[in-house]
C-alpha cells in the first residue's frame, strides 16, 4: 500500500536518489483525498521523518510547476527548496528559467540521479 511512499523515504534519507519531480508526485498522490495520508502533512511527516514545510513544497512543486520545468528537473539532483523557488514563479517566469537553464547546462552538464 505505501510502496511509493517507502521508497520515497528510503530516497529522502540518502542511499537511494529519486528525482524531486517523482518525490512531489508521491507526495502530492499520499496527501490527496484518496491517499494514505488524505490531507494529514502532520502524519506524513511522521512517517516519512521529513517537516510539514517540506511536504508543503514538496505538493507546490507538483501542483503549479510547469510540464517543461517539470521535465528539465527530472532526474536531476536538484532538491525541493530549489525546485520550490522556480514553482512559486509565474509560467512565463518558469519558461524563462528552463530556458536559461538550458544553455547554462549545455556548458556545464546536470548530474543526474542515476549517475
Given at each position: 500500500?505505501?510502496?511509493?511512499?517507502?521508497?520515497?523515504?528510503?530516497?529522502?534519507?540518502?542511499?537511494?536518489?529519486?528525482d524531486i519531480v517523482e518525490?512531489?508526485?508521491?507526495?502530492?498522490?499520499?496527501?490527496?483525498?484518496?491517499?494514505?495520508?488524505?490531507?494529514?502533512?502532520?502524519?506524513?511527516?511522521?512517517?516519512?521523518?521529513?517537516?510539514?514545510?517540506?511536504?508543503?513544497?514538496?505538493?507546490?512543486?507538483?501542483?503549479?510547476?510547469?510540464?517543461?520545468?517539470?521535465?528539465?528537473?527530472?532526474?536531476?539532483?536538484?532538491?525541493?527548496?530549489?525546485?520550490?523557488?522556480?514553482?512559486?514563479?509565474?509560467?512565463?517566469?518558469?519558461?524563462?528559467?528552463?530556458?536559461?537553464?538550458?544553455?547554462?547546462?549545455?556548458?556545464?552538464?546536470?548530474?543526474?540521479?542515476?549517475?
Open positions: 500500500m505505501y510502496e511509493g511512499l517507502d521508497r520515497l523515504k528510503r530516497a529522502l534519507h540518502p542511499g537511494q536518489p529519486m518525490q512531489c508526485e508521491i507526495v502530492a498522490k499520499a496527501l490527496s483525498p484518496s491517499g494514505e495520508f488524505p490531507n494529514n502533512k502532520r502524519k506524513l511527516g511522521e512517517y516519512l521523518g521529513v517537516s510539514e514545510n517540506k511536504l508543503y513544497k514538496m505538493e507546490i512543486v507538483h501542483l503549479k510547476m510547469i510540464p517543461e520545468a517539470k521535465e528539465w528537473f527530472k532526474g536531476s539532483i536538484y532538491q525541493v527548496n530549489t525546485a520550490y523557488n522556480v514553482a512559486v514563479l509565474n509560467s512565463e517566469a518558469q519558461e524563462t528559467f528552463v530556458r536559461e537553464a538550458k544553455k547554462l547546462e549545455s556548458d556545464n552538464p546536470i548530474q543526474k540521479v542515476n549517475e
